[in-house]
């Protein structure tokens, strides 16, 4: 199958009105696949770019969480990215140029090597990871949540913070907000 938004399998980009037209409207499609293999995830790496949610070294930390929660939003069980610790090649971290084409938007580093900046070896997580581990903890709020109250109830305060893959708000402080009506969901259902 070919992804919602990206390339169709003989290569050629195209655009999700394009693909809509060829395919009919991704909601629908989704569904499908859905009902027919009873999971679904999606995968993000250098593409897909603004709007969309990433976890760009450039986006704010928002559009970095803006994954899981679209994650929720579309009813995908997970997300498979690419890399976490992509080129950590001893040998070619010896010379390495971040300013290389594949490390522009920091896709497939979420973790440094820490010796390259002066730390101790091993693993540094990027700011990126933090944010992306605070967005599947919303992610598995947003799953409690549902298991007390229902996907519609939770839904409701899902979109206050976005409503499709093109529009998510940049406002951190709704955001929080949000989460914090699914914590008081979880909370009143418990007692």
């Not at 499609?29 to 897909?48: F, N």
């Not at 944010?131 to 799953?143: H, I, L």
């Not at 499709?164 to 709704?174: E, H, L, M, N, P």
């Amino acid at each position: 199958q070919s992804s919602a938004f990206g390339r169709l399998a003989d290569g050629n980009k195209w655009t999700p009105r394009q693909a809509q037209a060829k395919y009919g409207d991704f909601c629908d499609r989704w569904a499908t696949l859905k009902s027919e293999a009873h999971k679904g995830w999606w995968y993000i790496c250098i593409a897909p770019q603004y709007p969309f949610p990433n976890y760009f070294m450039f986006y704010q930390g928002i559009g970095n969480r803006m994954v899981a929660w679209q994650q929720y939003l579309y009813d995908c069980d997970g997300i498979l990215y690419w890399a976490t610790t992509f080129n950590w090649d001893i040998v070619r971290l010896n010379s390495l140029n971040m300013d290389r084409a594949e490390f522009k938007y920091g896709d497939g580093m979420l973790l440094y090597y820490g010796r390259l900046f002066g730390l101790a070896p091993g693993p540094v997580p990027s700011w990126r990871l933090f944010q992306v581990r605070d967005s599947q903890d919303d992610f598995d709020y947003f799953k409690l949540a549902e298991e007390k109250v229902g996907r519609d109830e939770v839904l409701k305060t899902i979109n206050k913070v976005t409503t499709t893959i093109f529009k998510f708000t940049a406002d951190y402080r709704v955001m929080e907000a949000a989460r914090d009506e699914i914590a008081a969901l979880i909370e009143n259902a418990a007692k």
